[in-house]
């Protein structure tokens, strides 16, 4: 009996991880198919901005950042935010209720006052307590609201989308560093789609290492710290291959919250941001794809091959394993809350492909990765290794995960998503971490997802906590 458990569980795993390699492979294809397309269809940024900027069709969008106890660089991120380059935009900067100088700096720094502003609560949130804008004209485009502590960014997100009167929104982090071009991008995807573009993804990378002028990225530099070094070379493959081959078959399963435009009455209507969800980003752009297909309309959501925003990752393996373990309690929820769209053709190519690719490979893959770890150390214990034959397949997946990482950056460098300061360098770095990552960076977030599933079971409370920052160099003029 045990001979064959053993023997069902050997192949289970081996044709597992060909599915895997091969799902991998789709999405190569469908990125370099939807490159190909978008060099042909997005001309360079300078043309963008002129055609955009001339027309007097070009869609307003809101920028909604909610702040909590941002003292230390609130002013700075606003002035950040305000560096947008783009015809007619609104920031709307939240304030939830937060306990240190935040609003008092705000207040003072731009000549705030509060203005008669009758909320709609079109989606739920905390009670607005007052709404502020500047009496200076150079800051017309900011407006502050007030709210009550609603102790989530999805709550903060809510507020602005009541005060958002523009058809589109993008929702940011009041930290991120957003690059000057970034709305121009998006916006060309939506203005030039057949069909109504609901939400647009813009590609995200980590600043860590980077060197900031003025509220923008002087310097692109990728890092040099071990975690932010994996953390780069894994959202280089997230966005430039996994959501840009997504959304060349319309099945993108989510929006980054970091940085992401969405068409406000979709969003609306859909209900906005669930307020409790560990994973509010891919739940709404869910219900949007839901709203969207149970009413009969079609729609697009699509990806921005080019680098759009910047955000400072984790540094320390405290920090990453409570970000991957809220990230894994939100992939138990999504698959728990949403389970009427897998394997369901009704919802589109998101339903039919997207959802059930989710499930097989990345929320069980944790599991069975962590169960083949513990087989492992079983069959040592008991002499039953075949070594020879685990060395070639442990081979085989490992000169793959390279294949992969080469095929990202060959993306990179051909669209040039981003100008690396040393291109050389740069990439001689996200090579070592594609070397070193099967030994030490993929272990550590199996292990913080499996952790994230057993919170979720047990019904471990959520806490969730701010990412320690260390902050970004800053480039001195003298």
Known sequence: MWLTIYYIFCYLIFFYTLTIMASYLYLVVQSYRAQRRMSVEMPDDDTIKYLLK????????????????????????????????YPNYEIIVVNDDSTDRTMELLINEFSL?????????????????RVLKSIEDRFSNLVV???????????????????CSNKYFVCTDVDCIVEPMAIYRMMWLVVNSHVPMIGVSATMLMSNGCVVEDGSVAEANVPNMPLPLFQQLEYLRSFLIGKLGWSAINALPNISGGFGLFDTDVVVKSGGYDTQSMAEDVDMLLRMVTYMKNSGQDFRVAQV??????TEGPSSIRAIYRQRVRWARGLFEIVSNHRKLFFNPHYGTIGAFTLPYILMFEFIAPVFELSGYLFMIWLVLI?????????????MIYVFSIFIALCVMAFDYSTNAVKWKKTSLSYAKLLLAALLEPFIYHPLITYCSNAGYWKFLRNTTAVWKPIARRGVRKKTRG
Request: negative net charge.
């Open 113 to 129: 006052v509060e203005i008669p502003y009758d909320v709609a609560m079109r989606v739920p949130s905390k009670p607005i307590k």
């Open 383 to 395: 002499g039953g290794v075949n070594w020879n034959a685990s060395f070639v397949i442990f081979g």
């Open 305 to 310: 091959p080019k680098v759009c925003c910047w």
């Open 145 to 163: 609201v007030d709210k009550e502590h609603g102790g989530r960014k999805s709550d903060g997100s809510n507020a602005g989308i009541n005060v």
């Open 54 to 85: 001339s027309s007097p069709l070009t869609p307003a969008v809101s920028i909604i950042a909610p702040a909590y106890n941002e003292e230390v660089t609130i002013i700075d991120n606003v002035y950040s935010l305000m560096q947008i380059d």
